[in-house]
């Protein structure tokens, strides 16, 4: 069963940006705290940002002022919305329940380059 779909990755020069969704089951959604993580080659996987079912959000230092999640509770759907892309934040993008132990999506890749 699929519990996660990552869209909206893709090429895009510093400085740009891109919006990434994620598709979730409702029954995750609804009763989750739902997160943005990622992973760049070569580094651990990271939480990049969170939000509540409550609507409350986290955001790592490095996307702060950059980044902002949000979740459509009709669409059971997570978005990133990533502006002023610099290449560290090149990485495939991936959506899980915070503290969730079920399977991973596939991901989305992001390539921040000129």
């Known amino acids: 069963q699929v519990q996660f779909v990552e869209s909206g990755g893709g090429l895009v020069q510093p400085g740009g940006s891109l919006r990434l969704s994620c598709a979730a089951s409702?029954?995750?959604?609804?009763?989750?705290?739902m997160g943005w993580y990622r992973q760049a080659p070569g580094k651990q996987h990271e939480l990049v940002a969170s939000i509540t079912t409550g609507g409350s959000t986290y955001y790592v230092d490095s996307v702060k002022g950059r980044f902002t999640i949000s979740r459509d509770s009709v669409k059971n759907t997570v978005y990133l919305q990533m502006n002023s892309l610099k290449p560290e934040d090149t990485a495939v993008y991936y959506c899980?329940?915070?503290?969730?132990?079920?399977?991973w999506g596939q991901g989305t890749q992001v390539i921040v380059s000129s």
């Open positions: 409702g029954s995750i959604f609804r009763s989750y705290t």
């Open positions: 899980h329940g915070y503290g969730f132990s079920g399977t």
